[in-house]
């Protein structure tokens, strides 16, 4: 049990100390990119005179060898290192001996850990991107085969007015586009390099940093070294930005739950993204959505875990942050799984567009229509609203929709509605007037599905660029 750091003390760490101090369970997640840095670090070495260019060539083709035993199994990272920085160099001086002792020249574990779990942050945004590109591409495929599925719109839960399935998509398509936007801020913010930190206050070796930040694909280093090495607020944005995307897969899931039920029918899931009751033979449950719904608070607990965890931490570096990385990287999977998975049940969805149509015509969403209708016949809004709420009184009594009423009787309520009232208050019209850009009508959806097509033939640097 051996540290690396052992020098300074005269006895070995309690086991149970060791262990509640050691990371290697979780941070051996990223033993690619501390490689990665490493294999910079040592060029940047070389390139400085800091190392021989062969000290720095053995160093570089032993520590790839590493990796690829490690990729291969051939290697196991066990508990017997204390973390994943432990294990590498241990390894790297196991093979090379004195020369692999040189690997740590001008860099602590504080801004090798920085570098890390930067790296690695910025691989799960650059992994969550592409995949909210795949679920916005499934959206608009929605959007452009059902510019005519009339359903109702809902506020309060309640029937509204009718619009189309394409538009009712289309508002999910804004909330995952500004999820894009939001990876976008945090990928430009956070990719500076820390590493050449040092523990706090950088060191006295010529190191070049601009260099190191280049091969390590880094627009440039960071400029204050204590804060190169304390500095997790990517982190804590990324898994903001996690958030609001499953707060919007929650609710997605939320309505594909209601539209599953017997009540709605508006949708049937696919079997392989169904389940079935141990005791009631006709269940067909919609899990993968309720499952979606229900991780959305793990994913809120990494944030608020780590808020609290560095909301007292003062500077530089403290044992506190190691606390960054177990919830983190279980909120990252989380995410990606989520909306991966989320991706092939509504990919695979059926939708029943013949039974949105006629909830839509049931439930009074031409209300509206008809109400400006009468206005425009010279009846003043207020007025007209409650002639329309005493027609709907009527027709609940009766059981049928405003459409169902003859001239006769809706002329009973007022003598302004004429022959032209059905036509006005069909469903296709109630959609088809709204021109306005993003508004239902096919004319409008057709504008806005080209503008979205535009925007995901883009690569994610050009679109931003743009704007």
């Given at each position: 049990?051996?540290?690396?750091?052992?020098?300074?003390?005269?006895?070995?760490?309690?086991?149970?100390?060791?262990?509640?101090?050691?990371?290697?369970?979780?941070?051996?997640?990223?033993?690619?990119?501390?490689?990665?840095?490493?294999?910079?670090?040592?060029?940047?070495?070389?390139?400085?005179?800091?190392?021989?260019?062969?000290?720095?060539?053995?160093?570089?083709?032993?520590?790839?060898?590493?990796?690829?035993?490690?990729?291969?199994?051939?290697?196991?990272?066990?508990?017997?290192?204390?973390?994943?920085?432990?294990?590498?160099?241990?390894?790297?001086?196991?093979?090379?001996?004195?020369?692999?002792?040189?690997?740590?020249?001008?860099?602590?574990?504080?801004?090798?850990?920085?570098?890390?779990?930067?790296?690695?942050?910025?691989?799960?945004?650059?992994?969550?991107?592409?995949?909210?590109?795949?679920?916005?591409?499934?959206?608009?495929?929605?959007?452009k085969e059902n510019t005519d599925t009339i359903m109702p719109g809902f506020t309060h839960l309640?029937?509204?007015?009718?619009?189309?399935?394409?538009?009712?998509?289309?508002?999910?398509?804004?909330?995952?586009?500004?999820?894009?936007?939001?990876?976008?801020?945090?990928?430009?913010?956070?990719?500076?390099?820390?590493?050449?930190?040092?523990?706090?206050?950088?060191?006295?070796?010529?190191?070049?940093?601009?260099?190191?930040?280049?091969?390590?694909?880094?627009?440039?280093?960071?400029?204050?070294?204590?804060?190169?090495?304390?500095?997790?607020?990517?982190?804590?944005?990324?898994?903001?930005?996690?958030?609001?995307?499953?707060?919007?897969?929650?609710?997605?899931?939320?309505?594909?739950?209601?539209?599953?039920?017997?009540?709605?029918?508006?949708?049937?899931?696919?079997?392989?993204?169904?389940?079935?009751?141990?005791?009631?033979?006709?269940?067909?449950?919609?899990?993968?959505?309720?499952?979606?719904?229900?991780?959305?608070?793990?994913?809120?607990?990494?944030?608020?875990?780590?808020?609290?965890?560095?909301?007292?931490?003062?500077?530089?570096?403290?044992?506190?942050?190691?606390?960054?990385?177990?919830?983190?990287?279980?909120?990252?999977?989380?995410?990606?799984?989520?909306?991966?998975?989320?991706?092939?049940?509504?990919?695979?969805?059926?939708?029943?567009?013949?039974?949105?149509?006629?909830?839509?015509?049931?439930?009074?969403?031409?209300?509206?229509?008809?109400?400006?209708?009468?206005?425009?016949?010279?009846?003043?809004?207020?007025?007209?609203?409650?002639?329309?709420?005493?027609?709907?009184?009527?027709?609940?009594?009766?059981?049928?929709?405003?459409?169902?009423?003859?001239?006769?009787?809706?002329?009973?309520?007022?003598?302004?509605?004429?022959?032209?009232?059905?036509?006005?208050?069909?469903?296709?019209?109630?959609?088809?007037?709204?021109?306005?850009?993003?508004?239902?009508?096919?004319?409008?959806?057709?504008?806005?599905?080209?503008?979205?097509?535009?925007?995901?033939?883009?690569?994610?640097?050009?679109?931003?660029?743009?704007?």
């Amino acid at each position: 049990m051996a540290q690396l750091w052992g020098g300074r003390f005269t006895k070995e760490t309690d086991r149970l100390v060791y262990n509640f101090n050691a990371s290697i369970g979780f941070d051996q997640k990223f033993y690619a990119q501390d490689i990665e840095g490493s294999i910079a670090h040592v060029r940047m070495l070389g390139k400085q005179g800091i190392l021989t260019t062969e000290e720095m060539e053995q160093i570089v083709a032993c520590l790839e060898q590493i990796k690829q035993d490690v990729d291969s199994g051939k290697l196991e990272i066990t508990d017997e290192y204390e973390d994943i920085h432990s294990f590498v160099e241990a390894n790297l001086i196991e093979r090379l001996g004195d020369t692999g002792k040189k690997l740590h020249t001008g860099r602590s574990r504080n801004d090798q850990v920085a570098l890390d779990m930067r790296l690695y942050t910025r691989l799960q945004v650059l992994e969550t991107d592409e995949l909210l590109k795949e679920l916005l591409t499934t959206i608009l495929k929605i959007m452009k085969e059902n510019t005519d599925t009339i359903m109702p719109g809902f506020t309060h839960l309640q029937k509204a007015q009718p619009i189309t399935l394409a538009h009712h998509m289309g508002a999910y398509f804004e909330m995952f586009k500004r999820d894009r936007s939001r990876l976008y801020d945090i990928f430009v913010r956070m990719n500076y390099c820390p590493l050449g930190s040092g523990a706090l206050a950088g060191t006295t070796y010529p190191l070049d940093r601009e260099y190191t930040a280049e091969l390590l694909g880094f627009f440039g280093p960071t400029l204050n070294s204590m804060d190169g090495v304390s500095d997790r607020d990517y982190l804590i944005e990324f898994l903001s930005a996690l958030s609001t995307i499953m707060m919007h897969l929650s609710r997605f899931s939320e309505e594909i739950i209601i539209w599953n039920s017997n009540e709605y029918q508006f949708v049937e899931i696919d079997d392989a993204y169904s389940t079935g009751s141990s005791i009631m033979p006709q269940k067909k449950n919609p899990d993968i959505a309720e499952l979606v719904r229900g991780k959305t608070g793990r994913v809120y607990g990494a944030l608020m875990s780590l808020l609290t965890t560095m909301k007292g931490i003062p500077l530089a570096y403290n044992k506190d942050m190691q606390e960054d990385k177990e919830l983190s990287f279980d909120a990252f999977d989380t995410a990606k799984g989520c909306i991966a998975l989320f991706n092939g049940m509504l990919a695979t969805m059926r939708f029943n567009k013949d039974v949105m149509r006629k909830s839509a015509n049931n439930g009074f969403t031409n209300a509206t229509d008809a109400a400006d209708y009468l206005v425009n016949h010279g009846i003043p809004f207020r007025d007209a609203h409650g002639i329309i709420g005493q027609i709907v009184l009527y027709c609940i009594e009766k059981n049928m929709a405003i459409d169902d009423m003859s001239l006769e009787e809706l002329q009973k309520f007022s003598p302004a509605f004429e022959q032209d009232i059905f036509e006005a208050i069909s469903m296709e019209t109630c959609v088809d007037k709204r021109l306005t850009i993003g508004a239902p009508s096919p004319q409008a959806m057709e504008q806005v599905i080209a503008i979205q097509e535009e925007y995901l033939a883009k690569n994610w640097w050009e679109e931003e660029e743009e704007t």
